[in-house]
């Protein structure tokens, strides 16, 4: 029985299964490309799969085909986190992590011994786990572009059958690829994939596992990037073993990962390593040669959108004759390729740092440079790396500068700046804002909305589009009335736009804006426009929400989210689909949050599966927006009955597997609570320690104040009122601390409050029970909901004694 879809690829999507004779888990993947060899490609994946017997390998448990046709095979599933982040999450020492990377290397070289070249070793497709008595597990998965070292078509059929990544071109991950992956097919022996290839990944890998960073970050040798707790001999080995696995030559790395595994057990062991001898010096050819055009292009193995950047200064120059390039045509190719490049590519944060750090010391025309700060510093906000977006955006600001104020780059770019002050990641509406970084959001925002309004006019849609971003920092600094008259003010504009298309062309009003974070690549488009308004409209809603007027929040999200899917899911950019996802949800799940303040929960429960649905259908199941919208359905659901609370462990088990600590948190506060609701107090106590034991700013101040005082309420049935009032005044601080994050959204601050004033009056300090209690309905700006309602009624309670 397929209970839903866990990860989706290139060639095929992963089903989570249930055996029902045995009741045993499997991860059944079905092919869904259409390409002309993807059969071969699957047939040949299964075939290899059924070839290896490793205990950190997925065993092949069957294989069929499906209703329509397509063939599917069933293996053993694994669940797990990252390797790198199950490292950083468990704390491991560096002598855990070379026992990790050893049976990890203990993997490859069976399949090696199979003739099995993995070919796309990196983080997302090693997974770890602690196994039932506290060990350790690694496994292996994802065989998908494998290469079988006896065929010899094989190295071919990539140029052939349409599964290059660029012409000539063969399917890899760049950041963990070897240099002779990124080379094209048929370019001779060089680019030649042997179990040297593997290799290379490995290091690579093995870097990253004992530094956090990879080795493209920087060329220091681990010891020098990280304090490792190694004698003076282990350290000075493990640096060697990493030179040589990644060196540049696959002739001069480790011949198999046989040799890489037997010389990591034997540093393990306190043992001088076998086979290095290589020096350091050679570390600057891994990455960086001078390009004779002026910029600064990688050898091989660095990532894609640098050898496209070169490539189309090459082209350019070729034609031209060395004069000054358009900067819009260029920063428009290298843009395409940085939007293109392969998911996992692009996800990795070190990817765009990379990038960046060759565009920064690399592009000689500011006007390039400015262009491609600002699609990395959008890409980077999208990922939550809200530090490094901040400070590219800031340095597109500068070198557009001399272009004008108005230029669309800086327009953008300011936006851009305002939501990362704002604490706002990507497209989102959900963030963790304080005072002092909305004040500064907003004066970002209104200094982006004069330049625009001079550039496009009062009633263009990137006015309107500001003046919604404007709103949402109204919502959350409580200030509600200005936030539904901004929010007001752009529905008419989008209403107007959407009523006449051509309004705009004429002005340039959506023409030269370039890639804004909301917008790109969308702006002329009705698609475009029906995002922006659906976002003003939710925003509205929250508004409502905040204002307690719960029924016409609840309506005015419907209408939004209505909007949209009348226009039905675009077969654009993938941009567009993702912003038209997000767009759906987003509305269901403020509609969701007014439903269930006004009591509707059915319908709430309702609603919010529906922005599941949507999430996981765009995203995948293991997304962390997917997660995230998973655990407020699970809040709902469990709502219903004591049973329910076990729809909790798969929830926690995948928020721990997105490597997301403030959506674990919720996870795991949520189920805490629930297992409370039922009674089960001792059980409730583990997940909210869990909770509690992390950073406030790693949490969410949100969840961190509510854990605080979930904790405290056991502590109050179990009579140990000092652990309660230490607990609770800990999460009523954190709420106040970040009051303008909860004055429109969270219950926080009310549930804290109200905690820690039952934790008073059990102290028999009831007037300062009532001080508190007063200061929290006061200081949220909202009504509505539970929590605002327990503390009325206890406040009516102590002020009737």
């Known amino acids: 029985m397929v209970r839903r879809k866990v990860g ?23 092919l869904t490309s259409t390409a002309p060899n993807a059969r071969a490609r699957f047939a040949r994946e299964q075939r290899q799969l059924a070839a290896l017997r490793h205990e950190s390998i997925p065993k092949l448990l069957g294989s069929g085909a499906t209703e329509d046709g397509r063939p599917f095979f069933a293996m053993e599933y694994v669940r797990g986190a990252p390797i790198t982040d199950f490292a950083r999450a468990h704390s491991l020492s560096p002598t855990e992590r070379l026992g990790a990377f050893a049976i990890l290397c203990d993997a490859v070289r069976h399949a090696h011994a199979n003739l099995v070249v993995h070919r796309d070793i990196k983080p997302s497709n090693v997974v770890a786990s602690r196994g039932p008595d506290g060990e350790c597990r690694v496994h292996l998965l994802d065989f998908g572009v494998a290469k079988p070292l006896d ?80 004698s003076r001999q282990g350290r000075w080995a493990i640096d060697a073993i990493v030179e040589r696995a990644i060196d540049p030559d696959p002739d001069q790395r480790y011949g198999s990962a046989d040799a890489l595994h037997v010389d990591v057990r034997r540093v393990s062991n306190g043992r001088p390593p076998a086979g290095v001898g290589v020096s350091f010096t050679r570390r600057a050819a891994w990455f960086a040669a001078r390009h004779r055009g002026g910029l600064v292009a990688a050898s091989a193995c660095v990532l894609a959108v640098v050898l496209a950047f070169a490539a189309a200064e090459q082209r350019w120059r070729a034609s031209t004759g060395g004069a000054e390039a358009s900067a819009g ?128 006019g009062e009633g263009s849609a990137v006015a309107a589009s500001i003046d919604t971003d404007l709103a949402l920092y ?51 488009s009705t698609v475009g ?46 941009e567009t689909t993702e912003a038209w996802a997000e767009g759906v949800a987003l509305g269901l799940h403020v509609e969701a949050l007014a439903l269930r303040r006004a009591g509707a929960r059915s319908e709430a429960l309702e609603v919010t599966g529906r922005a599941v649905r949507v999430l996981s259908n765009q995203f995948g199941e ?96 179990s009579s140990d009122v000092a652990r309660a009032l230490e607990l609770s005044e800990a999460g009523l601080q954190i709420a106040r601390d970040h009051l303008p994050l909860f004055g429109p959204y969270f219950d926080a601050l009310l549930t804290a409050a109200s905690v820690h004033a039952e934790a008073l009056v059990a102290d028999g300090r009831g007037n300062e029970a009532v001080v508190v209690l007063k200061s929290a309905v006061w200081g949220t700006r909202s009504e509505g909901g539970r929590a605002y309602e327990r503390v009325e009624r206890l406040l009516g309670t102590l002020e009737g004694q």
Not at 547 to 561: C, L
């Open 151 to 230: 065929d010899r078509d094989f190295g071919t059929s990539w140029g052939r059958g349409g599964d290059t990544t660029g012409p000539g071109f063969r399917p890899m991950t760049p950041a963990y690829a070897a240099p002779e992956q990124a080379l094209p097919a048929g370019a001779g022996r060089a680019a030649e994939t042997t179990t040297a290839t593997d290799v290379f990944a490995l290091g690579t890998l093995l870097y990253e596992l004992l530094t956090g960073r990879r080795p493209l970050d920087g060329c220091a040798p681990p010891s020098r990037v990280v304090e490792l707790d190694l």
């Open 622 to 717: 293991g997304d962390r927006r997917s997660v995230r919208a998973r655990t407020h359905d699970a809040v709902l659901t469990a709502n219903r009955g004591p049973q329910a609370a076990a729809v909790f462990s798969d929830v926690v088990a995948d928020a721990e597997a997105t490597g997301d600590p403030a959506i674990l948190a919720y996870a795991l506060t949520e189920q805490g609570r629930t297992l409370y609701q039922w009674g089960s107090n001792a059980a409730a106590a583990v997940p909210l320690r869990r909770a509690v034991a992390m950073r406030p700013e790693d949490a969410g101040p949100g969840t961190a104040a509510v854990a605080r005082a979930a904790l405290a309420e056991i502590a109050l049935e």
């Open 329 to 456: 045509q260029l920063a428009l190719v290298v843009e395409d390729v940085i939007r293109s490049a392969p998911t996992e590519a692009r996800a990795g944060r070190a990817f765009l740092v990379r990038a960046a750090e060759i565009v920064e010391g690399g592009v000689s025309q500011p006007t390039v440079g400015a262009d491609l700060s600002l699609t990395l510093a959008e890409q980077l906000s999208e990922r939550g790396d809200l530090d490094e977006a901040l400070r590219l955006y800031s340095r597109a600001v500068l070198l557009r500068a001399a272009s004008g104020p108005d230029h669309p780059t800086v327009i953008a770019a300011l936006r851009g700046q305002a939501r990362c002050a704002a604490g706002f990641a990507g497209r989102e509406i959900a963030g963790t804002p304080t005072s002092d970084g909305l004040r500064r959001a907003t004066e970002l925002a209104v200094e982006a909305r004069a330049l625009a309004v001079s550039r496009y």
């Open 474 to 524: 109204s919502v959350y600094a409580g200030e509600l009335e200005g936030a539904l008259d901004l929010s007001r003010r752009a529905s008419a504009v989008f209403d107007r736009l959407g009523l006449d298309p051509e309004a705009e062309r004429g002005g340039g009003g959506l023409a030269g804006v370039g890639s804004t974070t909301d917008a790109f690549p969308l702006m002329k």
């Open 8 to 30: 989706e690829g290139g060639m095929g999507a992963v089903y989570l299964a249930d055996d029902p004779r045995t009741g045993q888990r499997a991860a059944v993947k079905v």
């Open 529 to 574: 426009l029906g995002l922006l308004a659906a976002r003003a409209g939710t925003v509205a809603a929250l508004a409502l929400t905040a204002q307690g007027k719960h029924d016409e929040a609840a309506e005015r999200a419907r209408s939004a989210t209505a909007a949209l899917r009348a226009l039905g899911r675009p077969n654009g950019p993938v």
